[in-house]
């Protein structure tokens, strides 16, 4: 098999960060290439550079042509690299919703003048595509009616209908269930022995080794490991990834105590479904994980709403340690010992061009400690930022700079510290280790069991069923807006319960 | 070429922008006073002298930069919680119109008390023009841009009517125009025989004392959270509407206080033209200030000197004061490219051999 692709020697510098060095990599004709990395090891950089949204600092780039021998690729025009038959499939879907499957497929392929669409032939090339992949979606439905599998087919389909020889996928599963996830996979090792290639960048060790041929390791912007997929393993991979043993977190055995948050038929009507609980009861007890497993976009984020005190249920009640938390209000809810790890830290979590010592006082602003008499103690505030920095090992500009400068990991730890720093009673962790590296990840999840050894009950709500399966003591899956206890530990049994498709 | 933002601002960057922006501006601006027929050089000297030729000229230009003051604070406070009030025109009229209601006589209260009783009432009425279209906001979407702009129409037809009307001065010889404040309630004037009053005073210590406000307490910590991120201030537990309600009344106060300052600091009574729209030049001056609450004060004494320079330089050199107008919306465009080169730089690269896009 002939080559398709030769990244040579791309290196790029961001300021200080030093993002891609002199990464060489090589693509065959047909073959599923595994990019893996620990976030902020330069995979996404690296992909950006092949398809021209970055230009690389050195290096260069050869494609192969239509008649497959290499050519050197003009870097930094996106518009160049679709037309070398490269395409790219961003983990965040960039679909437009009003429109329906088949528009936004050749939106951008048509003449941006013409007196008549020509769909009939544009039609017959999507099924011709269609059937040889196995890629089957709705294409006459507006996108925003669409579930997250069916528009992650159409975006690849959007790619294959500009005849892309070399597909470039971000995170495909991220959003999928495990059952979604192997499908999507069989349809790409179908496209594979079309003669489609194929990068994924992942950071899932279970999908890489069972459906890539060749794995690429990254580690801080270098390429630290090139493996034949059936001649490794697990452990190999992730030693390469972190460049060392990553010890993962000791989970005591504990007796649950007494109940700490009760929701009794809770309901939330969102905007669709999706956004909806449905006369939802759950029980949290002190001493214990309970972790709710599903697809994301399944109700958890009412759920999460709910907790965090965005939302107030139209009927039903909330308890916690028994008394009922009336109109809930984010106050009342850290008020009452909640503590809370948003799901999107950058958004919710953090303001982001406010320093780090301010957002770690946001959420106690009334208290004596930071303020006398509505003014605020500057030199208290910049010391307590200092300490927790410290002890929660939040390391970055300081903590006098804005907290957008902070990596997500460190990001992630500083919610924590805020969070950790008050000994919530309930703690709600909504994708806690979602986009953190193996470090940070193992970090979250050692401070999520010490709280449950300290006797706080804690609301995990992850899409990572490998962090449910390690972390919980109980686990419930959310489908439709409903709440179903798991009696299983089985991954397939709780992947169908993840599709609504088991009684 | 292409753009790529900035990992990291410099201090420096932030302070020589601005200045250097003005110097922009002031480059730009001498292509139309060329076209004017006027020597450059001996225009920007007549502009230069026209502001800091005489103490009583600095003090023209001071009495100028009062309002903006005011105006400028108005809409950097507010902006800085992301409430785009473009009322301060509206605000500052019904500032204006409560001082002379209360000021000329309705009240028969001793000066020292009156004086006081006069800037409170006007602030008042400015924080009600504002806190009408913030509660629109609040309560049912309305966007305050929309609302607060078209209500500087309405309170200005509101005061021509009252001119024309209740308040028209009886002694007035039939212009529309407010009977005068009395004569103890007017603030003091800071040098004599010139315009310049202790408005000006005022509007420094406003100035402190939001930055002050914003800066140093729990309420600006707020302000700024609702501004910077208001999804992730809610989720803190701050209580977003309350604060935006607040900041709303302290900047209608402050428009109103522009308009207490004109009226009671230098004109003495109330007319429809009071304000040469003193309310939308705050809002430059507030960009232009980078929506610093100290820099409103720096930002107003930049525009009124153009202002007062240019209007005396027109006058020496016989062309028209428009070209005052032209400099400072010249300036506020210079300065908005300025902060996008602070956030952006440019870096220039070739294209490559063989590049056909």
């Not at chain 1, 209908?161 to 999507?184: G, K, M, S």
Request: charged content about 20%; overall charge neutral; aromatic content about 6%.
């Amino acid at each position: 098999m002939g080559k398709v692709l030769a990244l040579k020697g791309l290196s790029k510098r961001f300021g200080s960060v030093q993002a891609n060095e002199a990464i060489d990599l090589d693509l065959n004709k047909g073959e599923v290439l595994a990019l893996l990395g620990e976030n902020g090891s330069g995979k996404t950089t690296l992909m950006n550079m092949l398809f021209g949204h970055y230009l690389p600092d050195t290096g260069s780039i050869d494609v192969a042509d239509r008649q497959g021998s290499l050519q050197p690729l003009t870097l930094g025009h996106p518009q160049i690299s679709l037309t070398k038959g490269i395409g790219m499939v961003h983990q965040h879907f960039t679909l437009a919703e009003n429109l329906n499957a088949l528009d936004n497929i050749v939106l951008g392929t048509e003449p941006l003048i013409s007196f008549k669409r020509n769909t009939g032939s544009a039609l017959k090339k999507l099924e011709k595509i269609m059937h040889e992949t196995g890629l089957f979606a709705p294409l006459d439905v507006s996108v925003g009616k669409l579930s997250v599998g069916e528009r992650q087919r159409i975006e690849i389909l959007k790619a294959l209908y500009r005849d892309v020889r070399i597909l470039v996928l971000d995170e495909p599963t991220a959003v999928l269930t495990p059952q979604e996830a192997d499908d999507l996979f069989d349809n790409i090792n179908t496209m594979a022995k079309s003669g489609l290639s194929v990068i994924f960048i992942s950071h899932k060790l279970r999908e890489v080794l069972s459906f890539s041929q060749r794995i690429v390791v990254l580690r801080q912007g270098k390429k630290v490991g090139e493996l034949v997929t059936n001649k490794t393993n697990e452990s190999e991979i992730a030693h390469l990834m972190v460049g060392g043993g990553v010890k993962s977190a000791e989970r005591e055995t504990c007796t649950p105590g007494k109940a700490v948050l009760q929701l009794n038929q809770v309901s939330i009507t969102g905007r669709s479904k999706r956004d909806s609980l449905f006369d939802q009861s759950l029980e949290a007890r002190a001493h214990e994980i309970l972790g709710i497993a599903g697809v994301s976009g399944n109700g958890q984020a009412a759920l999460a709403s709910l907790i965090a005190g965005l939302e107030v249920p139209e009927n039903g009640s909330i308890l916690i340690d028994s008394s009922e938390i009336e109109k809930p209000t984010p106050k009342k809810m850290i008020g009452a010992g909640v503590g809370r790890i948003p799901e999107d830290r950058h958004h919710e979590g953090i303001i982001g061009t406010m320093n780090l010592a301010d957002n770690l006082i946001i959420e106690k602003l009334d208290d004596q400690e930071i303020q006398n008499f509505g003014i605020l103690k500057r030199s208290k505030i910049k010391t307590n930022a200092a300490h927790l920095c410290e002890s929660y090992d939040v390391r970055g500009p300081g903590v006098d700079a804005e907290a957008r400068l902070f990596s997500g990991g460190n990001i992630q730890k500083m919610i924590l510290a805020r969070v950790f720093e008050q000994n919530p009673k309930l703690i709600l962790a909504n994708q806690p280790t979602r986009g953190l590296d193996m470090g940070a990840s193992a970090e979250v999840r050692r401070r999520l069991l010490d709280a449950r050894k300290n006797g706080a009950a804690i609301l995990l709500i992850s899409e990572d069923l490998d962090e449910v399966l390690a972390l919980s003591d109980r686990i419930l899956v959310m489908h439709d807006g409903n709440l179903i206890p798991a009696e299983t530990r089985d991954r397939a049994q709780i992947g169908l319960l993840m599709a609504g498709t088991a009684a | 070429m292409r753009i790529e933002p900035r990992s990291k601002v410099s201090k420096t960057l932030i302070i020589s922008v601005p200045i250097l922006s003005s110097f922009a501006a002031l480059l730009i601006a001498a292509i139309p006073i060329s076209f004017a027929g006027a020597n450059i050089l001996q225009a920007y000297q007549e502009m230069f002298f026209g502001v800091f030729g005489s103490v009583f000229s600095f003090s023209e230009m001071l009495t100028r930069a009062t309002p903006l003051i005011f105006t400028g604070l108005a809409a950097a406070l507010a902006f800085r919680a992301r409430l785009w009030n473009i009322g301060a025109e509206g605000q500052l009229y019904l500032g204006a119109l409560l001082s002379v209601v209360v000021g000329t006589g309705y009240f028969d209260l001793p000066p020292l008390l009156l004086t006081p009783v006069i800037i409170l009432c006007g602030a008042m009425a400015g924080a009600v023009g504002m806190a009408v279209p913030t509660f629109l906001k609040v309560r049912f979407g309305a966007d305050e841009v929309v609302t607060t702009l078209l209500l500087n129409f309405v309170i200005l037809i509101f005061i021509q009517m009252m001119l024309e009307g209740a308040l028209k001065d009886p002694m007035g010889l039939g212009w529309p125009q407010s009977s005068p404040i009395v004569e103890e309630a007017m603030l003091p004037k800071l040098l004599p025989r010139m315009r310049v009053h202790s408005g000006l005073i005022l509007a420094i210590v406003c100035a402190v004392f939001v930055h002050f406000m914003l800066s140093r307490t729990v309420w600006g910590f707020r302000v700024r959270a609702v501004g910077e991120n208001a999804v992730a201030a809610k989720y803190a537990g701050i209580p977003v509407h309350r604060s935006l309600f607040m900041v709303a009344i302290f900047s209608g106060a402050l428009a109103g206080l522009a308009g207490v300052s004109e009226v009671a600091g230098l004109k003495g009574y109330l007319t429809a033209d009071l304000s040469p729209g003193f309310g939308y030049t705050g809002i430059v001056v507030a960009m232009l200030a980078g929506l610093s609450p100290l820099g409103v004060v720096l930002a107003a004494i930049f525009i009124a000197s153009v202002f007062v320079g240019a209007d005396s330089m027109s006058r020496a050199m016989g062309v028209s004061s428009y070209l005052a107008d032209l400099v400072v919306a010249l300036s506020l465009l210079s300065v908005l490219v300025g902060g996008f080169a602070t956030r952006f730089r440019i870096v220039w690269s070739k294209r490559q051999p063989g590049d056909n896009g």
